[in-house]
């Protein structure tokens, strides 16, 4: 039985994982704001003590989805507090949570996986009004590649999923307000993303991903940037999955601080399309 905490379930992408990973041999606790404000810094170490209570005392997979995307203008008279609280529900909450997963899989020693769902905001940034959640999932991808680089000697694997624009309630009305034909029709699948898609991303890394990707994060573009090397990687390029960490950089890959000097109609489409929206 695989045991499994998951937070941010109640809607969305977080919804589509629990629906995805509540298969035969899994055993899912899914967590949303109904089982605690995780702007409350108290609350991460309450879920997990819940979760390990509910799980027999054994977790073998965090999922950390829990999220906001609250606007925060410069002009803002709260704009102090809106960050530290974006920062508090979307960075240290998880880290929080990886603390514990972490001390609990070396005290076993059994080992384990995190998958963290951030956001194309952390390496593309995002509107002038949400520095705080651009900052926030950059931190969750920086903290990602930590944890892979510390700890993969004893098993404990770290990624992380960087959605692009995906369909959630909240995004049919942004995609409305922002003229949503003619956005969809710069994209060659005509659609954003589903949280169904998103989901399977989760369930490979959280179940199937080779211990060598640890470290990784791919985005709605599916590329990865390798944590030892700074490579970018196409699926394509490595016999159409992503392939181990290696110090040689495999045939078409790029620096992770370079430019495709022709990029893809897909990879086009997906930087000029709109930041990612609300998630949960």
């Known amino acids: ?78 704009w102090t507090a809106n960050w530290n609280r974006t920062m508090q529900v979307n960075l240290s909450a998880s880290a929080e949570l990886c603390r514990a997963a972490v001390l609990h899989w070396q005290a076993r020693g059994s080992g384990g996986r995190i998958v963290s769902i951030a956001s194309r905001a952390a390496h593309r940034g995002d509107s002038p009004a949400h520095w705080h959640y651009a900052a926030s999932k950059g931190g969750m991808v920086s903290m990602t590649k930590t944890i892979a680089r510390a700890y993969a000697g004893q098993g404990i694997y770290a990624f992380a999923i960087c959605p692009g624009f995906t369909m959630t309630g909240m995004a049919e009305d942004y995609l409305a307000s922002r003229g949503g034909d003619k956005l969809l029709a710069d994209i060659p699948l005509g659609r954003v993303a589903m949280p169904e898609e998103v989901a399977e991303m989760v369930a490979f890394c959280a179940l199937k991903a080779p211990p060598s990707m640890t470290g990784r994060y791919s985005t709605s573009t599916v590329r990865a940037t390798c944590a030892k090397t700074g490579w970018i990687v196409a699926p394509a390029q490595a016999g159409g999955g992503f392939s181990p960490c290696s110090t040689t950089p495999p045939e078409g890959a790029l620096p992770a601080q370079g430019r495709r000097p022709n990029k893809s109609s897909a990879e086009t489409a997906q930087s000029r399309g709109p930041r990612q929206s609300a998630r949960l």
Do not use: H, K
């Open 1 to 78: 039985m695989t045991n499994i905490l998951l937070t941010g379930a109640s809607r969305g992408i977080g919804a589509a994982i629990a629906a995805r990973l509540s298969g035969e041999g899994m055993s899912l606790v899914a967590t949303s704001s109904a089982d605690g404000d995780l702007a409350d810094p108290e609350t991460p170490a309450r879920l997990w003590a819940s979760a390990l209570d509910r799980l027999d005392g054994q977790i073998d997979i965090l999922i950390n989805n829990a999220g906001i995307f609250e606007a925060n203008p410069l002009e803002s008279a709260d």
